[in-house]
């Protein structure tokens, strides 16, 4: 982080480099946001298939990123707060700019209340048992109660539901009947600039995060805090950019399959890369799994939203931004210590 590093010196050029930051992540969304459209409709992609792969992967690279970095420097519970925080944030925050976006409700489809809500579903409580797993077969003795080591066998678990999921997706394409493809001119110049837009919210994001860690600690923010909310929310930014600029459009299947693959692929693909970076990871089951109950809970009010009508009322997206606050005020009392319901 050379250029954070040499404008960190003031909360104020801290607040000016996030701003710049946020900017350069905008135009790296619109790359990447134009690329992907184009590059799906050449190869004759459905919609839900473009949000939950193509540009889920690319906006999900900040989390993936931000978990090997955590677990390299052995604060892997870190990572994990990052991730299932920017996870809570895509499923309340995401769906309800989306929705207020739109000029009407934020229209869904039984394919992605379906397929892709279950799918998500079934992500979450495979992270679960595999934290599990961990605690039971590989107990970390001189921890604190309740942590294990989550080991790179263990870590293959989640990645092979992955395999299924992409499996799955590969079906549906192999059956969508197409499109006549576009024209094949130009389609190197869209993967360069799908490809720069990548690198561009990379370069963005891990400034951004940077500024945002500094601001924490010179304000003293503790770490949790910073790391399940505002470090969540910054490294969702491009999520949030790429759902809010596709519901503008009318492309409500890619806005919602672009939340849901997203997650699907942090908690399946980012956590257990990084454990095989570095081999085993310590895991605080008493801090990671009420965390992933609240993922659930705010799993189990969007689709109970989306399934109504299969649409999202502004109404109901107002209902899902409040319920964030309501998360954010738990974890502020958890830091404060007024409730006690995370075990460190």
Do not use: C
């Amino acid at each position: 982080m050379v250029l954070g590093s040499l404008l960190r010196s003031s909360p104020l050029a801290n607040v000016a480099l996030i701003l710049l930051m946020t900017g350069l992540i905008w135009v790296g969304s619109g790359w990447l946001e134009a690329s992907a459209d184009h590059l799906a409709a050449y190869y004759g992609l459905p919609a839900v298939v473009q949000g939950s792969i193509i540009v889920a992967l690319g906006s999900s690279f900040p989390e993936f990123a931000s978990v090997a970095v955590a677990a390299a420097a052995d604060v892997f519970d870190m990572g994990v707060g990052a991730i299932v925080g920017s996870a809570i944030f895509n499923i309340l925050v995401i769906p309800a700019l989306s929705g207020l976006a739109t000029d009407g409700d934020l229209e869904t489809s039984r394919l992605v209340v379906y397929k892709e809500a279950q799918f998500y579903m079934v992500a979450v409580a495979t992270l679960v048992v595999t934290f599990s797993l961990a605690v039971i077969y590989f107990p970390v003795p001189d921890g604190p109660p309740l942590t294990g080591e989550l080991t790179r066998p263990i870590a293959l678990i989640p990645l092979l539901l992955y395999g299924l999921y992409l499996f799955i997706q590969w079906q549906d394409v192999s059956e969508h009947e197409a499109e006549d493809a576009g024209v094949a001119d130009g389609i190197g110049r869209e993967w360069a600039r799908l490809l720069g837009g990548l690198l561009v919210i990379l370069v963005g994001v891990e400034q951004l995060v940077g500024s945002v860690e500094s601001l924490s600690a010179t304000f003293g923010v503790p770490t949790f805090l910073a790391g399940v909310t505002v470090v969540a929310a910054a490294t969702s930014l491009p999520d949030t950019l790429v759902s809010v600029r596709s519901a503008a459009d009318g492309n409500s299947a890619t806005s919602l399959g672009n939340v849901l693959g997203s997650n699907t692929f942090d908690l399946l693909v980012a956590i257990p890369v990084g454990v095989l970076i570095v081999g085993s990871v310590p895991v605080d089951f008493a801090v990671a799994v009420p965390m992933l109950g609240v993922l659930t809970l705010a799993t189990v009010l969007l689709f109970g939203l989306l399934r109504t009508d299969l649409s999202l009322t502004r109404l109901e997206s107002y209902a899902l931004g409040a319920a964030y606050l309501v998360f954010v005020g738990w974890v502020i009392a958890e830091t404060a210590g007024v409730t006690s319901l995370l075990r460190n």
